[in-house]
């Protein structure tokens, strides 16, 4: 089957740890992107890729960090900078620019 | 950046009833989608549609980029349409053209 995984589905962190959120793709899609939900909220854009060994900033990219060394992958790491971690992650891919995105399942990290 | 507002922000439903959503955004875009988020924060493709008018069952969808509006028609309501129905833009400014910009979203409720 087709689609994006992302894991795990809950992640627990105590304050000043960071965690790497994953997040894998089968749709042979060149872009990739990282999303951040808070409660009650509609979703901000911290990174995205648009091809393989290059990313760029979003709206909300303090305390985060990515990589993109291979196609179907795009780790997040929500470092200890981050001052308000908990949230719900949702990664997406799209073919390109201007074309349709589709969302993985999500990750909720709560910070205890 | 682009706004995009969605209106009502709340919609309680009986089932069978009909119902119209709205998404006005306030520059030009490349990209428009909708969405429905259900109760375990998966987001659900209903549309991409930038332009025209396009149906999928009971779920319709016109945007009139002229005018920068979408609407979603939902007949028949089911309380399986419950959840929280997102649109989301991307905006033609050039060199912007990977970022999806959501609104707060309308919450739909379906009660049997």
């Known amino acids: 089957d087709g689609g994006i995984t992302q894991s795990p589905k809950y992640l627990f962190r105590k304050e000043g740890q960071n965690v790497t959120l994953s997040c894998e793709q089968n749709?042979?899609?060149?872009?990739m992107y990282w999303y951040r939900q808070d409660p009650g909220q509609g979703l901000r854009l911290i990174y995205y890729?648009?091809?393989?060994?290059?990313?760029q900033k979003g709206d909300i990219a303090e305390g985060y960090s990515v990589s993109r060394e291979k196609k179907e992958s795009f780790p997040l790491t929500v470092t200890s900078a981050q001052k308000n971690p908990t949230a719900f992650y949702l990664c997406?891919?799209?073919?390109?620019?201007?074309?349709?995105?589709?969302f993985g399942p999500g990750t909720r990290l709560t910070v205890l | 950046g682009i706004q995009v507002e969605q209106s009502p922000p709340d919609l309680i439903l009986q089932e069978g009833a009909n119902s119209t959503l709205r998404c006005n955004f306030s520059d030009s875009v490349n990209n428009l989608q909708w969405f429905h988020q259900n109760p375990w924060g998966q987001l659900i493709n209903l549309f991409y549609?930038?332009?025209g008018t396009k149906q999928n069952g009971r779920l319709s969808a016109t945007t009139v980029a002229t005018e920068r509006y979408s609407l979603l028609y939902i007949s028949s309501s089911q309380t399986t349409d419950s959840g929280v129905y997102f649109c989301?833009?991307?905006?033609?400014?050039?060199?912007?053209?990977?970022?999806?910009?959501f609104g707060k979203g309308t919450l739909l409720t379906v009660n049997p």
């Open positions: 997406a891919s799209s073919i390109g620019g201007g074309s349709g995105q589709f």
């Open positions: 890729s648009q091809i393989v060994n290059d990313f």
């Open positions: 749709l042979n899609h060149d872009a």
């Open positions: 549609i930038p332009s």
């Open positions: 989301a833009v991307e905006d033609d400014s050039g060199g912007s053209n990977y970022k999806l910009t």
